[in-house]
């Protein structure tokens, strides 16, 4: 009869580790067992202000792999002053769908980021809850705006993602002085 061993304890040990290869390597194992690990997340947690950075990284990678338990965890890191960690939180939420529609107003606040990777992040998690993000319609319909014309694209292929609720805004953005505008919000009525 074979024993099956549960590797969490054990990894959760070695986060302590002063080895930072160590740390690393079980940061990164306990992400390989997603929600397996979610007994980890405390721990995990208490290393994403840790002064390493590509620690930090790995920490918010392997939380956002726990799913949506993580989701306040991963919300809180989209605040963070590492845009690395920033990024990893925007992509984990952005991986959950409509399981993240309780992070809407996070992300609404992440489409401002200084990071561009971020903030695009933001907006393809806003279109991946399509109809759930309506109430990022007036965000979404901001960063069509903005100088960033990836972001604009982006901001019109997520408001088409949210359907029918997108439809008023995006008419009324036909009349736009800017040109481009108008036409990101033609090419967004088109993909509804």
Known sequence: MTTIHDPVPGLI???CSVSPE???DAVRSLGRLGPLACEALPALVSLIDHEAEKLREAVTHAI???GPTALSTLTAALGHSDKHVRRQAVWAIGRMGVSARHAIPDLCMALTDSDASTSTGAVQAL???GPDAEIA???LIDCMGGANRVMCRMAARALSQIGVAAIPMLMQS???SDPFIRGEASLALGWL
């Open 174 to 176: 036909l009349g736009h």
């Open 127 to 129: 279109g991946n809850l």
């Open 22 to 24: 160590t740390r690393i």
């Open 64 to 66: 956002g792999q726990m």
């Open 137 to 139: 319609i007036p965000a």
């Open 13 to 15: 040990a070695a986060l």
